[in-house]
């Protein structure tokens, strides 16, 4: 089975500093990944999604992921935060050909001004 | 209406009383999820409908009863629950069979059982 890590649970961060959020998974086979953000009484939000093909992927709002399949990671990064961007953001990870996702414990992001 | 609704937003429930949460979705994905998000706690799975059958059920105690009657609605029932059943309950969908795997979430219900 699958499983994922984040490895800060809470991030402060000044605004318009650059910010990443760590995660690793484990699985013995390849798997599919995602990171979700999910602000303050909303549901979870997709960031972006790695499937396959380039390992730095784009996503919405400025954030961009990389993923590591030697070091089995896919950190997120954003160059320079606003205040907007405080909320907790999930890394997940599905098995190819398994439409279930795991998600980590989640990273809470604090934007200050 | 787009994407994922969910309704009632807020719950407060006695531990004797019976109430349903509702999710909707305006996607027309084919699989629909029920997740249970306590603080400081990875998201739960509790369970899976695929094309209206349910495919999956993490050992979730029987005072919770799903139902799926067809691939847009996904209804959670509840009963004698307990106080640390309180948590945001999350409705997801996706489409398994374009392998994409993306998950589109509802806005939850937030449920405190007294």
């Known amino acids: 089975a699958q499983s994922v890590t984040q490895l800060d649970s809470q991030v402060p961060v000044f605004e318009e500093a650059p910010v990443e959020l760590r995660c690793n998974y484990s699985?013995?086979?390849?798997?599919?990944l995602f990171w979700y953000v999910q602000y303050p009484n909303q549901g979870l939000q997709l960031l972006l999604k790695?499937?396959?093909?380039?390992?730095l992927v784009k996503g919405i709002n400025g954030f961009e992921a990389e993923f590591n399949k030697s070091q089995t990671s896919f950190h997120l990064r954003k160059p320079s935060v606003h205040i907007s961007d405080t909320a907790e953001y999930f890394c997940?990870?599905?098995?190819?050909?398994?439409?279930?996702?795991?998600f980590g414990a989640g990273t809470t992001v604090t934007v200050r001004a | 209406e787009t994407g994922v609704t969910q309704t009632p937003r807020h719950l407060v429930m006695g531990m004797t009383n019976k109430k349903s949460l509702k999710c909707e979705q305006h996607?027309?994905?084919?699989?629909m999820y029920w997740y249970k998000q306590s603080a400081k706690k990875p998201l739960e799975l509790m369970f899976v409908?695929?094309?209206?059958?349910?495919?999956e059920n993490n050992s979730v105690p029987s005072r919770f009863s799903p139902e799926c009657p067809n691939s847009s609605h996904l209804f959670l029932h509840l009963h004698t629950l307990q106080p640390e059943d309180s948590a945001l309950y999350l409705c997801?969908?996706?489409?398994?069979?374009?392998?994409?795997?993306?998950?589109?979430f509802g806005p939850g219900t937030r449920l405190t059982v007294t």
């Open positions: 997801a969908s996706s489409q398994v069979l374009q392998g994409t795997y993306e998950q589109y």
């Open positions: 699985s013995s086979v390849s798997v599919y």
């Open positions: 790695y499937l396959s093909g380039s390992t």
């Open positions: 997940a990870v599905s098995v190819i050909n398994d439409y279930k996702l795991s």
């Open positions: 996607l027309g994905h084919n699989a």
């Open positions: 409908y695929n094309f209206k059958e349910q495919t």
